[in-house]
């Protein structure tokens, strides 16, 4: 497909080595990093805690108030963004999905499909589009006594602490977890990040509807409008459809071309122009890869056999099933 001529602006995915000084664990406040203040992912789990200075976070396509004494939690590949004030002041805590789970071997991508019951320190992530996590004003002091104890920890790492520093992480999850229990539960009970993929389907269906005839439609914009990565979505789409995003164009692109061809007298130019082909030429040749014959041959069957409707006579056996 031909590439973009009005790509959206790309959205940047870190690594660990990009914004963590270790790569496993790291823990920091707002003095020792700039915050990044554009849309952006990264590859690891992060947690964001609000220590002073009111603001908000958009995750995925959620927007949602993000006050003093609340926790974010991002799952990797998550499309995030907090814009935290000049004067706010918050700990970050970076970390790779082995050193929260060492058995947690499925891909980053699939991480909203593992069972609750199998790993509840999850439950935070997957779940921060629909659920404010705040910590309890008369409990503050305990949850900044515990980042001050990771804090050491990962400044300082001998025998042993590492496990400690893994111990702390997940007292900080599991207390909000109890914490939410209830909410946390009946989201899981709803499936909501299924309902969430659903929706997300959903924008990309509709943006690939009204940008069809336009050459430069584009995973990266589909995935844009859906606040997905190019990535998740070619993987959401592989795993939700068995199809890859340029298969599921080209199908509908056929489609309308098939139906200029049997009901209009537009030339061949004009089919493919109509059809979101920019060039006649890669249009007649996948044309012919997908039926077998040009789009003047298919054209010209069609007429020859006064049938508009049913399978091709000329190129039955190049039909398959691929409208969506």
Sequence with gaps: MPGSRHAPAAIRTYGMQERSDRLDFYIRDQTERPALTAPHRH???????????????????????????????????????????????????????????????CDPLDLEDVPLAEAPELAPFRFQEYLDFSWPADEFDSLRNLLDRMRALDGARGFGAVEVLRGCLLQLIGTVCMRHRD??????????????????????????????????????????????SPNYLAHLLRKETGRSFTEMVLDQRMAIARSLLASSGLRIGAVAHASGFGDE?????????????????????????????????????????QTP
């Design 43 to 105: 590859d690891y789990f992060q947690i964001q805690v609000n220590l002073g200075g009111d603001t908000v976070q958009q995750i995925g396509g959620a927007v949602r108030d993000f006050r003093q004494g609340m926790l974010a939690f991002v799952l990797p590949h998550r499309l995030h963004r907090i814009p935290h004030p000049d004067d706010g002041r918050f700990m970050v805590i970076n970390f790779a999905q082995a050193f929260l789970r060492r058995d947690l071997a």
């Design 281 to 321: 030429a890669y249009f007649s040749r996948r044309f012919r890869q997908c039926y077998g014959l040009s789009p003047r041959d298919w054209r010209r069957g069609l007429a020859d056999s006064g049938s508009p409707d049913g399978p091709h006579p000329l190129c039955r056996r190049h039909e398959t099933a």
């Design 183 to 228: 909410a946390l539960q009946d989201l899981g009970r709803r499936s909501a990040q299924r309902t969430g993929r659903r929706d997300a389907l959903a924008r990309v269906r509709a943006h690939v509807a009204a940008h069809l005839a336009d050459p430069s439609l584009s995973l990266a914009g589909a995935a844009a409008a859906a606040f997905l």
